[in-house]
């Protein structure tokens, strides 16, 4: 039986639609005589006008130009920038922050129903403040010099002189002031001991980013823990990130005297300064990393500790090196783990496995992974660190089916 035609739709086209539910990657779902449009800046069940502004086999994309049935949570946006022709950085700013949280929660239960097979529901903790939580940030100059971000799915370059979610410490509004060189990458940060940086680079190639303000090296401190984290080494972005994911790594992982952890993808050593207490001198950590800048940082941050070994390389290769590990801890890129990984995990048979992901979408493909090898999903937590943006950030720990 034939399915019924769907409409073609045009880039300019305005369509009157009601508004489904959220999707990820920020958008919302809406219909048009059977075409599947993904809206942004809509909320669910309100009545809008979409501009269609891509057209695609299976998929249409739009933007909302007018709201004829608001939702209860639709609020004005706390930044002027915050709009369909603005900065594409904050795609939530119009919800409310309690139905932000919503939101992301429905993103995670219908990635894990469609991805994993399995039904979750977690409500996503609010941690801090949505404005002026943000201590990173990649910023892009103009042809002009002027300092700003790229509109949604875009290069086009939009002059920001303000923005909210950065930390007040940074002075954003006095870097944007200032200029720049045209067609620049503009990376900042700021650690929590109060040291800006500064590289820049062609934002037309991949060339290498260059130091151009503040020391190659900064200093955070996390709990009586403190890091040295060079510029090109990566870092939580929200000030309280470390510490949130910490305690909850840490609620999570069971440790003991004498445990043996891995620590993949572990970048300077957040969560093996954290474990260390608790392992005591009798335990052991291996960190696996793949960025050579971070492993450095790591090594100076634990050059008095036998009991760590930091190795540089791909996850994929070297975990293929262990025949064995009591915790497991692994905090992947956006892409998550994947197949070959999660398939030595399940050789080296940990105890419990902490995963932490930034992706919804990549942490249910692996959790379909570790089913499938025998572990089990035993608790999951889920946090704001992305306030007024539709990331998340979640924390899963799992635990083999069977007890031998």
């Excluded at 993103?107 to 039904?119: D, G, L, N, P, W």
């Excluded at 801090?128 to 290069?155: D, I, M």
């Excluded at 700021?190 to 151009?212: Q, V």
């Excluded at 790591?298 to 036998?306: E, G, M, P, V």
Aim: hydrophobic share 40%; charged share 25%; with cysteine.
């Amino acid at each position: 039986m034939s399915s019924l035609p769907r409409t073609t739709l045009e880039v300019g086209q305005k369509v009157r639609v009601t508004i489904e539910k959220v999707a990820h990657g920020g958008h919302f779902i809406a219909r048009h005589e059977g075409a599947v449009i993904f809206v942004r800046h809509a909320i669910p069940s309100e009545e809008v006008i979409v501009e269609i502004t891509s057209v695609g086999s299976s998929f249409n994309r739009g933007d909302v130009v007018e709201v004829i049935s608001p939702s209860d949570d639709r609020v004005s946006a706390p930044c002027r920038y915050a709009h369909r022709s603005g900065c594409g950085g904050c795609d939530f700013q119009h919800v409310s922050l309690e139905r932000q949280r919503t939101l992301k929660s429905d993103v995670i239960t219908e990635q894990f129903s469609r991805i994993a097979k399995m039904e979750l529901r977690v409500a996503v903790e609010e941690v801090s403040a949505p404005l002026g939580w943000r201590t990173r940030c990649s910023a892009v100059s103009n042809k002009k010099g002027e300092l700003g971000f790229y509109q949604a799915r875009s290069h086009k370059v939009i002059p920001v002189d303000d923005c909210r979610i950065l930390v007040p410490e940074m002075k954003y509004s006095e870097l944007a002031r200032r200029g720049f060189k045209g067609d620049q990458r503009v990376e900042i940060t700021i650690s929590s001991t109060g040291e800006r940086n500064i590289a820049t680079g062609n934002a037309r190639d991949e060339a290498p980013m260059r130091l151009t303000e503040g020391p190659e090296v900064s200093y955070y401190k996390v709990g009586e823990n403190e890091f040295e984290v060079s510029q090109k080494s990566f870092w939580q972005s929200h000030k309280d990130a470390p510490r949130v994911l910490s305690e909850c790594v840490l609620a999570f992982a069971g440790l003991r005297e004498g445990d043996h952890v891995l620590d993949l993808y572990g970048g300077v050593g957040l969560f093996t300064a954290a474990v260390l207490p608790l392992i005591g001198e009798a335990g052991s950590v291996d960190i696996v990393e793949g960025s050579k800048s971070a492993t450095a940082d790591a090594r100076r941050n634990f050059q008095d500790r036998t009991n760590v070994n930091v190795i540089t390389g791909d996850v994929e290769k070297i975990i293929t090196r262990f025949s064995h590990a009591d915790v497991v801890i692994l905090d992947p890129p956006r892409e998550g783990a994947g197949k070959e990984v999660v398939e030595n995990l399940s050789r080296i048979a940990a105890r419990a496995i902490i995963y932490v992901a930034c992706d919804p979408a990549a942490l249910a493909r692996d959790t379909g992974y570790l089913l499938a090898q025998g572990y089990k999903l035993a608790e999951v937590r889920a946090f704001d660190l992305f306030p007024m943006t539709h990331h998340i950030e979640c924390v899963a720990k799992f635990v083999p089916s069977k007890v031998s």
